[in-house]
């Protein structure tokens, strides 16, 4: 079974810094992409960032600047450094994985909260 496991989800003042991380479960052939989403209160869930096995990055234009996301492949473990954090950017964070031959999986999520 293919488990996600976040954390570094808190309360920041605005301008602040967190650093999210997501780790896949054990015994996984191959992790595709990777990523995160958001759920702000009363909003759909939207796209954060994405990368894949290669690297490559892909972000909501929104948040380019401020976000950086990278993984470390040898950990299963996927990465969400967030810079000059703004009110807005409260929400629910949910990891992501597409593994090859299971399929698309996602956290439970960690909450994110930015104060003024």
């Known amino acids: 079974q293919v488990q996600l496991v976040e954390s570094g989800g808190g309360l920041v003042q605005a301008g602040g810094s967190l650093r999210l991380s997501c780790a896949v479960s054990?015994?996984?052939?191959?992790?595709?992409?990777m990523g995160w989403d958001r759920q702000a209160p009363g909003k759909q869930r939207e796209l954060v960032a994405r990368?894949?096995?290669?690297?490559?990055?892909n972000y909501a234009d929104s948040l380019k600047g401020r976000f950086t996301i990278w993984r470390d492949n040898d950990k299963n473990t996927v990465y969400l450094q967030m810079d000059s954090l703004k009110v807005e950017d409260t929400a629910i964070y949910y990891c992501?994985?597409?593994?090859?031959?299971?399929?698309?999986?996602w956290g439970q999520g960690t909450q994110v909260t930015v104060s003024s």
């Open positions: 992501y994985a597409e593994v090859a031959y299971f399929g698309n999986y």
């Open positions: 054990k015994n996984i052939f191959s992790i595709k992409t």
């Open positions: 990368i894949t096995s290669a690297g490559v990055t």
